[in-house]
């Protein structure tokens, strides 16, 4: 992979200079651009069309939900990938977040080498939904309707075992675990779900598994 490329948004001038630091000090990510609320941030996406853009979620002057929304349904931007930086009482904003498309989470104390890694997973196609964030985003859902289940119409029997599986924020390798495939069968299957229920990522696949009823609060 070419250098990851990636913007940071942040209302705290010192939060954005600690993650340029901590993050340019990989020879192969390279910070080119920062924004202080979220009308700026669409503004540097579109400027310098990076690979992922770190967005916090709550500034003044435009809020970072409604930033990812605009990023990620303009055209321009098919490629840019969203992750919002967190604390911990953040939980009423992160179903909205990953229904905006939002690839995951980052909390703003992660370690330098995994925040380094997290940038570079999220700028390779990935999502960052680890099983107790996505517990924490499948409660934080609980108060919204569920949908029509419908929507899973289309999928097999092992298809939407898989699909509870990512639901619950299981990776390939313990989704083949627990429904005896490999990891490879499982990554098909999950490429699998996100073209049939055209889901950007296994982020969305984890709202989708929740808003059909799939999984429920609790369940993992």
Do not use: C
């Given at each position: ?95 909205d977040a990953i229904r905006a498309g939002a690839a995951g989470f980052l909390l703003k104390d ?56 990512v639901g619950t924020g299981r990776s390939n390798v313990e989704i083949g675990a627990a429904l ?19 889901a950007r990522d296994r982020a969305q696949l984890v709202v989708i598994a929740y808003e059909s ?8």
């Amino acid at each position: 992979m070419s250098d990851v490329r990636v913007v940071l948004v942040d209302d705290q001038y010192l939060v954005r200079t600690g993650l340029r630091a901590l993050l340019e000090r990989a020879p192969d990510i390279t910070v080119v651009g920062e924004a202080d609320d979220g009308r700026a941030a669409v503004a540097v996406a579109r400027e310098q069309r990076p690979d992922v853009v770190l967005m916090d979620v709550r500034m003044p002057g435009g809020d970072g939900i409604e930033a990812t929304r605009r990023i990620l349904t303009d055209p321009t931007l098919a490629d840019v990938r969203v992750v919002m930086l967190t604390t911990f009482d953040d939980d009423e904003y992160l179903f909205d977040a990953i229904r905006a498309g939002a690839a995951g989470f980052l909390l703003k104390d992660t370690p330098p080498d995994a925040l380094r890694d997290a940038v570079r997973v999220v700028a390779g196609g990935d999502a960052l939904l680890s099983p107790a964030v996505t517990r924490r985003v499948i409660a934080a859902a609980a108060r919204s309707p569920v949908a029509d289940p419908a929507r899973l119409t289309g999928l097999t029997g092992r298809e939407r075992d898989v699909l509870a599986q990512v639901g619950t924020g299981r990776s390939n390798v313990e989704i083949g675990a627990a429904l005896h495939l490999s990891p490879d069968t499982a990554r098909t299957y999950v490429s699998r779900l996100l073209h049939k229920l055209n889901a950007r990522d296994r982020a969305q696949l984890v709202v989708i598994a929740y808003e059909s009823g799939l999984v429920r609060p609790g369940d993992g």
